[in-house]
């Protein structure tokens, strides 16, 4: 039974450029959430897809914008990427109509932006 | 605003000594989730243990229990008979709401397990 697993584990940007990570769920899941973990902090919830649509946000600008396929698996793109946007990208699954259940977190994709 | 305290940085124990790991929570919503994360230095949150608003019991889990006490808002992780491999960074996490993978995650507290 795979996990949550995400593409690619690490990866060097520079100012200005645009990034896309991936993710796919935990099979059986059909929602994909996305958060950034800066150095020492806890993650920060970006958004949230179900359905291929984005049904909930956090406090990010539009450069960070996401897509989520039909076999649910999903990205996150961040545009104009600035320094302040490295961190751990963690991307967690769960199942919609499961209320309670527990979201599944990926090992994350490292960002670094010189 | 929600939001989840955890006001320890670190903490240190000895192998197969008990641990509890401190969190406090705010929220003006009734139903909610509470739940604890171990992220080792490989970066994967790996879930530990959850509790709902509505659960009259206390959430465990193996060595890990939760001692939930809603009136005083807390949500603290005991992890009992301690192992090396417990070394890692522990979050809690509060889901506000129903249908909502939205988690708002505490700053974490470090622990470190000797021998």
């Known amino acids: 039974d795979a996990g949550v697993t995400q593409s690619p584990t690490h990866l060097i940007k520079t100012r200005g450029q645009q990034v896309t990570l991936r993710c796919s769920p935990k099979?059986?899941?059909?929602?994909v959430s996305w958060y950034q973990q800066a150095l020492g902090q806890g993650p920060q919830f970006i958004f949230q897809?179900?359905?291929?649509?984005?049904?909930q946000r956090g406090n990010f600008p539009d450069r960070f914008s996401g897509h989520q396929f039909p076999n649910y698996s999903s990205e996150l793109n961040v545009n104009a990427l600035l320094l302040g946007d490295s961190a751990l990208y963690l991307c967690?699954?769960?199942?919609?109509?499961?209320?309670?259940?527990?979201?599944?977190f990926g090992e994350g994709s490292r960002l670094t932006v010189l | 605003a929600q939001k989840i305290t955890q006001t320890q940085p670190g903490m240190f124990v000895q192998e197969k000594e008990a641990v509890t790991l401190d969190c406090t929570y705010d929220?003006?919503?009734?139903?909610?989730?509470l739940f604890w994360y171990k992220q080792p230095s490989s970066g994967e949150m790996i879930f530990l243990i959850y509790?709902?608003?509505?659960?009259?019991q206390n959430a465990t889990e193996g060595r890990y229990s939760l001692n939930f006490q809603k009136a005083r808002k807390s949500a603290n992780l005991v992890i009992s008979a301690s192992q090396l491999g417990d070394s890692a960074m522990y979050f809690c996490?509060?889901?506000?709401?129903?249908?909502?993978?939205?988690?708002?995650f505490g700053t974490g507290t470090r622990l470190q397990v000797f021998p």
């Open positions: 897809y179900y359905e291929e649509e984005e049904r």
């Open positions: 509790q709902g608003s509505y659960d009259e």
């Open positions: 996490a509060m889901r506000e709401g129903d249908n909502t993978d939205k988690l708002i």
């Open positions: 929220t003006s919503d009734q139903s909610y989730g």
């Open positions: 099979s059986g899941h059909d929602t």
């Open positions: 967690a699954s769960s199942l919609d109509r499961d209320l309670d259940g527990e979201l599944f």
